[in-house]
């Protein structure tokens, strides 16, 4: 499942995190998983977002994401195979 806030894509798994991200036209240096411990992309343009939410992202809050991190929805740390 991928999920925003409007900010950041995030992802149940890094590998369907990393395949939606190409497949919507978001470039890996958008990627901030491995400095963070939160992989995820930022979404800096508004073209980023909107085509995250028209691929079907589903709209969540920043509140909701980070929830999802620490009850395990999201993994806060995945192996770096990428």
Same mark, same amino acid.
């Given at each position: 499942?991928?999920?925003?806030?409007?900010?950041?894509?995030?992802?149940?798994?890094?590998?369907?995190?990393?395949?939606?991200?190409?497949?919507?036209?978001?470039?890996?240096?958008? *990627?901030?998983? *491995?400095?963070?411990?939160?992989?995820?992309?930022?979404?800096?343009?508004?073209?980023?977002?909107?085509?995250?939410?028209?691929?079907?992202?589903?709209?969540?809050?920043?509140?909701?994401?980070?929830?999802?991190?620490?009850?395990?929805?999201? &993994?806060?740390?995945?192996? &770096?195979?990428?």
């Amino acid at each position: 499942m991928i999920y925003t806030d409007k900010i950041h894509l995030v992802a149940t798994s890094l590998k369907e995190l990393h395949s939606f991200a190409e497949k919507i036209g978001i470039n890996r240096c958008y *990627y901030e998983g *491995y400095k963070k411990g939160h992989p995820h992309y930022d979404l800096i343009r508004k073209w980023m977002y909107e085509a995250a939410v028209k691929k079907g992202a589903v709209l969540v809050s920043s509140k909701e994401i980070i929830l999802f991190f620490k009850k395990g929805t999201i &993994q806060s740390s995945y192996k &770096q195979n990428f």
